[in-house]
């Protein structure tokens, strides 16, 4: 009988399995926080230089006849 293995049934107590699950959710909780707070700064990112864009378009003098250039018309 002491050589049999120990058995642990998946999700009991014993074994640690709920150590490991939770160590795992806590990762996972921490991962999913960096990846809101990275998000919310690249947004904010995007919408000043927008911004930045639209302000430098506005003061653009344009002499009267001059086709306007649309710079998100896909050709670069």
């Known amino acids: 009988a002491a050589a049999d293995p120990v058995r642990v049934l998946p999700g009991s107590v014993e074994g640690g399995s709920w150590c ?29 230089l927008l911004n930045i864009i639209s302000e430098t378009t506005l003061n ?12 998100f018309d896909g050709q670069y």
Do not use: A, C, W, Y
């Not at 996972?28 to 904010?44: R, Y």
């Not at 653009?60 to 710079?71: A, E, F, S």
């Open 60 to 71: 653009i003098p344009t002499v009267p006849g001059t086709p306007l250039t649309d710079i």
């Open 20 to 48: 490991n699950e939770q160590m795992l959710h806590e990762r996972l909780d921490i991962i999913e926080e960096k990846v809101i707070k990275t998000v919310e700064h690249l947004e904010s990112e995007v919408k000043s």
